[in-house]
């Protein structure tokens, strides 16, 4: 996925939430769900976008599935607005 998709997936509240959440580690479905006022329905679409945006990954255990965040679409984000802000002498750092 491209820096749009990515921008476009974090742009939603919940699924930022979610990604805040995920910063603590690996979780399943249903201890994402637990945090939300949300049908299991709706999480799951959340989570779908955030996948195809490539912002989380999932591994399954079991019989769970382990969601957790990918670090390296983060990076790729930062270096991205590193990027666009310079400095302010106009010279590359």
């Not at 699924?15 to 949300?38: P, V, W, Y």
């Not at 382990?66 to 984000?77: G, M, Q, R, T």
Request: proline share 1%.
């Amino acid at each position: 996925m491209g820096m749009s998709e990515t921008l476009k997936a974090i742009s939603d509240p919940v699924r930022r939430e979610i990604l805040e959440l995920l910063k603590d580690g690996r979780k399943t479905a249903g201890e994402i769900s637990s945090s939300f006022n949300l049908t299991g329905a709706t999480v799951s679409y959340h989570l779908s976008n955030l996948k195809k945006a490539n912002l989380i990954t999932e591994t399954k255990q079991k019989n769970f599935i382990l969601y957790e965040l990918n670090s390296s679409v983060f990076e790729d984000v930062l270096v991205w607005i590193y990027k666009l802000g310079g400095n302010k002498n106009g010279k590359e750092k």
